[in-house]
């Protein structure tokens, strides 16, 4: 039997060890899933202090030398995820990781001015663990890179080890953080000066750690077909149109999915009833639950919407804090949740509504897997505008949770919410509600349409349904992973040995078997 596919997976958090956002979920979930399908996975991180505390067979590894920064000595510490037990290294760099800052910011919040240095280090220890040169550990055959932050480590394996290196892949999960720092960083980076690194790295006069995956990853996915469509245009590519252009050929777009055990109403801990799409009758109970912890006037048949998630100009959340009035005017018993952190002045504008709806609104600022439980639990109405969304999960635990999603139909939220019309009703196939523009009226007008579907509770059960019935689970989804990892090894082998015979090791795809991994799990 042929030895399973050894694959480093690089990035920087991982669920339940640290997380800010879906990277951390999907770091988590795929590389459970890729090791149901038969491979051999194992993850790298930065050393967090609070990722150390949770990992679990916590052990010594190798010392590393030749990671730059004013550190002191670097180590890769071994242990294993919570839950799924996934082997992970972190890269052990107190001065970097343990310093009492956030993942990215410092301890008040702000941006850590020393990113540049702290990720750069990550990509070295990737790296040196890719190519051999952190003891006996195993040389992967797959080097899978997520987001700016892992982005040097494909250009890095090139650079150094030419054709003889593990093949690449990069995941672009937001196109938009590109990680951008100033020249005068460069020589802090521990970088050769050789002239495709600093082509590769230069964008408009600073320095791009995203846009060298995208010139030397053997293959590039991102997390869902419409936004692997959308960041070839102006509008989305984020001033890297033109590079992802030369690249469309090894560009696939794969949906995300999601931990369907961890959110799921009939095991969640958090729930004061179970329920499924068997029996929903326990989803009445959590609102009334929900509803009377946070001072919400307990009433099942009010109309209880809900936003969960960041609070940033890209989930249009400023066009909600301005929206709100209007939004719970309209009716007087409409009830909303706002739970989610981010920008200052959206917080801020959200907190000075606190107290203007007694019994209607309710604020919570802040972030945890409890509250978002139980907040998906009681709503009946997802409202999940965004400017752009690579993929979203948030609309995907909602509709697990029977709770009907309002989107932007952009990016993944087009290819994973059906809207809701009279044919859609009538063929079942509806799963939430479109609007279409970025106006408050726009959002406005999409929640009236929601509401006023709410009312008719027999077409408002068959929405709730089909949401619960959909699969997003990541099955498919790994299985078009691993498709993408054969593709790419065949051309590695065939970079090193261009006469051999090499029938099994995986086709190169082409065109119409490209299109059937870009639509895989939609």
Known sequence: MAEPIRILFATSEVFPLAKTGGLADVAASLPAALAREGADVHLIMPGYQEALDKAEALQDGPALA???????????????????????????????????????????????????????????ATTALALGRAGSVPIPDIVHTNDWHTGLVPMMMEIEAGPRRPASLFTIHNMAFQGHCGWDWFPRLGLPGDPRVT?????????????????????????SPTYAREIQTPEYGCGLEGVIATRADSLFGILNGIDTAFWDPARSPWLRAAYSAHDISGKRVCKEDVQQELGLKVDPDAPLLAFIGRLTWQKMADVLARTLPAILDREPDRQCIVLGEGDRDIEDALRALDGSFPGRLAIQIGYSERAAHRALAAADILVHGSRYEPCG???LYAMRFGTVPLVRPVGGLADTVTDTTEATIADGTATGFYFRGLTDDAELEGIDRAVG????????????????????GWARSARAYMEIYACVLRRRLQALAPDADLAGAGEVLQPAEKRSVLSASV
């Open 66 to 124: 030749n990671i730059p920064g004013d550190h002191g000595t670097a180590r890769l510490l071994r242990g294993r995820v919570p839950g799924s037990g996934l082997p992970v290294w972190f890269l052990d760099i107190p001065a970097f990781y343990r310093d009492g800052g956030g993942l990215y910011t410092n301890a008040d919040g702000s941006e850590r001015p020393d990113n540049p240095v702290r990720f750069a280090a990550l990509c070295h």
């Open 199 to 223: 082509q590769a790295m230069e964008f408009y006069g600073v320095v791009n750690f995203l846009k060298p995956a995208l010139c030397f990853a053997d293959a590039i996915t991102t997390v």
């Open 393 to 395: 999960l948030t609309q």
């Open 453 to 472: 579907v709410f009312r008719h509770h027999i077409a408002w059960r068959r929405l709730q349904l089909a949401a619960m019935a959909a699969d997003f």
